[in-house]
């Protein structure tokens, strides 16, 4: 029980170190751009490279043994390169912005 416990305390812990990771890429990213900056933003940010970052804890499916420098540098690393694509996607999606495909 101790081991399954200290085991879903260390992937809590992993989870929410790429949520971090993530989200200050994204305000980061928003400060360095010429983006007028709302809370409304910085808060959908915050979220969507917090969610990709997250998704960046996949990889361990394909290579089990990499460390966690290796796991949150990937994770940086897609979640500074993920949300424009997923901006854009929803853009098409809600239908609105640059990103229209009937435009």
Not at 11 to 35: H, K, N
Not at 56 to 61: C, M, N
Not at 89 to 102: H, S, T
Request: proline share 2%; hydrophobic share 50%.
């Amino acid at each position: 029980m101790t081991d399954w416990l200290s085991r879903v305390f260390r992937d809590l812990e992993t989870a929410v170190s790429f949520a971090v990771i993530g989200a200050v890429i994204g305000v980061g990213q928003l400060l360095a751009s010429s983006e007028r900056i709302t809370a409304r933003i910085v808060i959908g940010r915050c979220i969507s490279t917090a969610g990709i970052a997250m998704a960046a804890g996949s990889v361990l499916v394909f290579v089990p043994d990499l460390s966690p420098v290796g796991q949150f540098g990937i994770a940086a690393g897609l979640a500074s390169l993920g949300t424009s694509g997923l901006e854009r996607m929803f853009q098409r999606v809600i239908g609105g912005g640059a990103g229209r495909a009937d435009q």
